[in-house]
């Protein structure tokens, strides 16, 4: 079965710290992969999503970054945290074109 | 940037009744998918409908799609308490992304 690991499952950080979070997809060879960050009570937005190793598309301007160093990883990284980081974030995949997302359980990032 | 938006933001019924669900976009698309979230979970995919197709049917939901609206709609039939979610429409356009709406709080009371 196919899978997707996001940790930590919930966090609490200071403002100005870093972050890494991490999501792995099992099961599954050359997947499209997505970082989205959900507000409380809101839709999804698209933060980064990738294509294969070392490709990163950004689609919002931010402090945030995301790197792919392996096939099935994913990692959102952020050098310096701003107060309005705080959300849920979640981690999908999809197998290209016409093919639904699957998500992670995603990480609720507190930012004090 | 979000491009679906759906209609009601919440929605409260009794179960055993209908909830219908509606979704515009603006742009061209290749499909439109509708996912279920549970609170503080990740989504769950329910059903997608291509572009070329008008209706759909998985077991208790009913799904419509109208191209020239621009529109969908996402029917579930006799619900329960555990239907009780938040649903979101996201379309894809084949450019390697998808632009989910804010989604609909459904509340079904037992």
């Known amino acids: 079965s196919q899978t997707i690991h996001q940790w930590p499952a919930t966090l609490v950080q200071p403002v100005g710290s870093p972050l890494s979070l991490e999501c792995t997809v099992e099961g599954t060879s050359n997947p499209n992969l997505y970082w989205y960050r959900q507000a409380a009570g809101r839709g999804l937005q698209l933060l980064f999503y990738s294509v294969g190793i070392g490709q990163i598309s950004s689609e919002v301007p931010q402090n945030l970054s995301a790197s792919r160093p392996q096939d099935r990883q994913f990692i959102l990284s952020s050098k310096k945290l701003l107060l309005s980081d705080s959300g849920f974030y979640l981690c999908?995949?999809?197998?290209?074109?016409?093919?639904?997302?699957?998500f992670g359980d995603g990480t609720r990032l507190s930012i004090l | 940037s979000q491009q679906g938006e759906e209609d009601p933001q919440a929605l409260s019924i009794q179960e055993g009744e209908n909830a219908t669900m509606n979704c515009s976009y603006k742009?061209?698309?290749?499909?439109l998918q509708w996912y279920r979230q549970n609170s503080g979970r990740g989504l769950v995919h329910l059903i997608l409908i291509r572009s070329n197709e008008r209706e759909k049917h998985s077991g208790r939901l009913r799904v419509t799609l109208d191209t020239s609206k621009k529109s969908s709609s996402l029917l579930i039939t006799a619900s329960r308490a555990a239907d009780t979610a938040s649903y979101f429409c996201a379309t894809d356009d084949n450019n390697n992304d998808m632009r989910f709406g804010a989604g609909t709080r459904l509340t079904v009371k037992p």
């Open positions: 742009t061209s698309i290749n499909n």
């Open positions: 999908a995949r999809q197998m290209g074109g016409n093919q639904p997302q699957h």
